[in-house]
């Protein structure tokens, strides 16, 4: 059994080994969960620019391929809003499943 004398020096035991408990089972891991978010967000970023990049290149260049005009300059347009419709259509629906 401890000493009535030795009581003040656990308690302080105690609450530095709560302090380190907590700092290396929450702390630590919310830092490093924190990181693997951030670069995450960077990669959706990043993929979201280049997603509409290739979707502009895409349309600029079924504009190229059809006669000049203004109704086929619409019509490549269209084409190209309703194919990239269906295919962000195609990814929520996946993304969901």
Same mark, same amino acid.
Request: no cysteine.
């Given at each position: 059994m401890s000493d009535v004398s030795e009581i003040p020096e656990q308690v302080g035991e105690l609450i530095d080994l709560s302090k380190q408990y907590l700092r290396e089972q929450t702390i630590e891991p919310a830092k490093r969960l924190g990181r693997?978010? /951030?670069?995450g967000f960077a990669a959706a970023?990043?993929?979201? $620019? &280049?997603?509409?990049?290739?979707? $502009?290149?895409?349309?600029?260049?079924?504009? /190229?391929?059809?006669?000049? /005009?203004?109704?086929?300059?619409?019509? &490549?347009?269209? =084409?190209?809003?309703?194919?990239?419709? /269906?295919?962000? &259509?195609? =990814?929520?629906?996946?993304?969901t499943r």
């Open positions: 693997v978010a /951030g670069m970023v990043l993929f979201s $620019i &280049g997603a509409l990049l290739l979707a $502009i290149a895409g349309t600029r260049v079924l504009i /190229g391929v059809l006669p000049d /005009g203004a109704l086929w300059s619409a019509l &490549g347009l269209l =084409i190209s809003v309703i194919v990239l419709s /269906g295919v962000a &259509g195609l =990814i929520m629906w996946r993304a």
